[in-house]
């Protein structure tokens, strides 16, 4: 299974855009990068997806370079509820269902 | 998106006891459900893969003896901890993927449970 290393902690103030980086050296062919947003005492939340390239949703986007050996979660303009723990995960497929492994995750602070 | 449940969303228990905690995917079916665990500030530990109609794969380190996992149905896995102890307190996560989406490998997670034992 690919590790993954994010930093620790990130503080940031409302309304500014914020961009989580995330390694994975040896990420396989068939892997995912998935994010996952979770808060005190609640189960994680799914946030995005991709592959290669750029994907973007509603809440925000995904950087993936060709080499896919890291990735970055940008969220655009946050507000005091993005305060949350932030989660990037690579996993094998094998089995068609993705067997996810944490890693630390990095705690974002977002201040008024 | 899929809800999956989870029940109770907190016990407190006596040392010794056993306590059994229900995974459900509400508007879908699972083969395949994910238990974690996860310590005050730390990040989650996958415990085991409960397979329908299957015996669960756990983790290095995680026994399975302690911690029994039965998934009989497609829409239900429980988790028991058996003769619990104090060290056994944690926030217990399960995760499940809509079998039918074609696309991507999101995984929906429950709400947790808090488990204390006393």
């Known amino acids: 299974l690919a590790k993954t290393t994010q930093p620790i902690s990130m503080d940031s103030y409302e309304g500014q855009e914020v961009n989580i980086t995330c390694s994975h050296n040896n990420i396989a062919t068939n892997d995912y990068i998935t994010w996952y947003q979770q808060f005190p005492s609640q189960g994680p939340r799914f946030i995005i997806q991709?592959?290669?390239t750029k994907v973007t949703n509603e809440v925000a986007s995904l950087f993936i370079p060709a080499d896919r050996k890291s990735s970055t979660l940008s969220l655009p303009r946050v507000s005091l509820s993005d305060t949350a723990v932030y989660y990037c995960?690579?996993?094998?497929?094998?089995?068609?269902?993705?067997?996810?492994?944490f890693g630390t995750g990095t705690r974002l602070l977002v201040s008024p | 998106g899929a809800v999956v449940s989870q029940h109770p969303s907190r016990v407190i228990c006596k040392s010794g006891t056993s306590v059994k905690i229900e995974c459900r995917s509400l508007?879908?079916?699972?083969?395949?459900m994910f238990w974690y665990r996860q310590f005050p500030k730390k990040s989650l530990m996958l415990m085991a893969t409960?397979?329908?109609?299957?015996?669960?794969?756990?983790e290095q380190g995680v026994e399975k003896d302690k911690f029994l996992i039965n998934h009989a149905s497609l829409t239900l896995s429980t988790l028991t901890v058996t003769s619990a102890h104090p060290e056994d307190s944690s926030f217990y996560i399960c995760?499940?993927?809509?079998?039918?989406?074609?696309?991507?490998?999101?995984?929906?997670f429950g709400p947790g449970t808090r488990l204390t034992v006393l």
């Open positions: 409960s397979n329908e109609g299957s015996k669960a794969t756990y």
């Open positions: 995760s499940a993927r809509d079998q039918t989406v074609a696309s991507g490998n999101e995984q929906f």
């Open positions: 995960l690579v996993g094998e497929d094998d089995t068609g269902f993705q067997k996810l492994v």
């Open positions: 508007d879908f079916q699972a083969t395949t």
């Open positions: 991709g592959y290669k």
